[in-house]
Every structure is written in structure tokens, then in C-alpha cells.
């Protein structure tokens, strides 16, 4: 069942591809739309099975999909192919039931930040066996934010210094991340918030602009451009 890529590696990396990807517009499942005439998710795969600390990838993928999708990765990277669920937790929840416990690393990627470098991985990874429980790669946010109330009335400027946008992947220590499913009833948009709530601390590491994530059309037009330069 375990399908290994490097045997020394100390890092699984879960991929939940189960979206549909409302946001794309109708079409097929988001991880399976084009890019430069390759899937999302063949993209996202191909990155982490080239970092070199990856002992195992999971992929969630979306229930009718399973066996297509385990058919599209074959010649791409060993993985282990799992049915997603009906929210991003859940299908992390269903991949993190495919990890060993003897992997002592754990990774949750997006395969909808297809263009995330190996060395992305590496940074997260290494951040997590240098001690850290919890890691997350982040940018400097670049607008100027504010807080809006009834009626769009602008309430105040938030300090911008002070905040962070978010990527993947987001590395835990195996056991912190399990605790937190465990625990964790509420809904989070990302895995980190989960082992927040837990009084885990999380740390940053910088973040890249490659991993931007392909959430509405314009960020295929982008992404097929950084294809092209990076
Ligand atoms: N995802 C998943 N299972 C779900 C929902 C999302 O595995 N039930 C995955 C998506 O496939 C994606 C990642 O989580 O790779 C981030 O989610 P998002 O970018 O929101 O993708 P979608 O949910 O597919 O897009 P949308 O919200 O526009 O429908
Ligand atoms: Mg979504």
C-alpha cells in the first residue's frame, strides 16, 4: 500500500485534490483542469516527488475520480490515491489515515498551488525537524487592508506590518498534526488553524511566488506566464 518514493525520506506530503473548483468556473474538477495542457494536479505531483526529503505522497482525490486519478499519476511518482470529502479537512482527515506512524514529518499541500518549487518543501521540512511543531510558508501582504462594516463603510485601515498571507505547503510534526483531527471539530481554512486552536505555536518561513494558489480563471493566465520564466 505504501508507495515509497525516497526510503530515507522523513516527510509524507498529503495533496487534497478533491475540490471542485467553483471559483474556476463549470468544467472538470479544479486539480484536473489544464495547464500548458497538463492537469493541476500532475503539475503539484511532479514538484513534490522531486524534493528530496519526500518519503511518501497521499493524493485525496474526488470520490468518482479515484481511479482515473491513480491511472493519470502512475507515470508521474509513486502515490497513494484516496477519496477526498465533502470539505478540504476532510479530505486531509482521509489522507493522514494512509501516513505510517513511523513518518515523523507531515506536509498538507494544495494541488491547486501546482507551480510550488521542491525547494519550497525542503524549507518547510527542515523548519519541522529543526523543532518547530507547526510551520507555515508566508508573504508580506502587499494592499493596503481594511476592515468594512454595514453597508461597505470603510471602519478602519488595518497594520499591515503585522500581517501574513498564507501558502502551502504547511509542515507538522506527524503527531501534532493527528491530535489536532483528533480534536478538531470546527471548520479552518488551512491546517495550521486547527493546531492553533490546540495552543500549538506556529512559525513562519518565507513563502514563494510560485505557490500562488489557482483559485479563479485569471490565475491559470498567470500561472501559464510563470510557466514560461521560472
Ligand atoms: N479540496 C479537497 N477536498 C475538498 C475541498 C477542497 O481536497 N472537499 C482541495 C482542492 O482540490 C484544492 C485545495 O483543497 O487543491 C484548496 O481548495 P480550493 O483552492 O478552495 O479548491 P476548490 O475547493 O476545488 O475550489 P472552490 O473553493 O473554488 O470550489
Ligand atoms: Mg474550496
Redesign the pocket.
Known sequence: MTAQLNARGDVAVL??????????GPGA???LRLLAGEP??VH?VRRVAAAPSVRMIVV???AAEVDAVRALLEPVAPVVVVA?????????AAMLAAVPAGVEIVLVH????ALTPPELFESVAAAVRGGQPAVIPVLPVVDTIKEVGPGEVVLGTVDRSVLRSVQ?PQGFRHDVLAAAHRAGLDSHTDDAGMVEKSGTPVTCVPGSDLAL????PLDLVIAEALLRVA
Open positions: 495533496v487534497p485534490a478533491a475540490g471542485s473548483g467553483v471559483r474556476l474538477p479544479k486539480a493541476l494536479l503539484a485525496a482525490a474526488p477526498g470529502g465533502a470539505e478540504r479537512q476532510d479530505s486531509v494544495d494541488a491547486a498551488r502551502t494558489k489557482i483559485t479563479r
